[in-house]
């Protein structure tokens, strides 16, 4: 398949981040935003195995139906930036 070009117009921010990325990484800006653009758009969605180990915890922990994460996370917030 032949590459077409593309303008995008994103935050300055946003772009400066993502050059950064992509120097770290090794890769261009133009090869990081296709593998994205590919993995968002893929037609068939690997489903994740779960292996024998995570297979053999679930349930071993029992949960309050009324529990909120976002409660403890708040709470930890909090904490964090007194």
């Known amino acids: 398949m032949m590459d077409k070009k593309l303008t995008l117009s994103l935050s300055e921010g946003i772009i400066e981040n993502a050059k950064t990325y992509a120097k770290a990484n090794n890769i261009s800006l133009s090869k990081l935003i296709e593998s994205y653009l590919g993995s968002l758009t893929k037609e068939e969605k690997k489903e994740l195995e779960i292996s024998p180990l995570v297979k053999s915890l679930s349930g071993v922990i029992s949960v309050d139906e009324n529990y909120e994460p976002k409660d403890d996370y ?5 904490e964090k930036y007194k």
Do not use: N, P, V
């Open 74 to 78: 708040t709470e930890y917030l909090i």
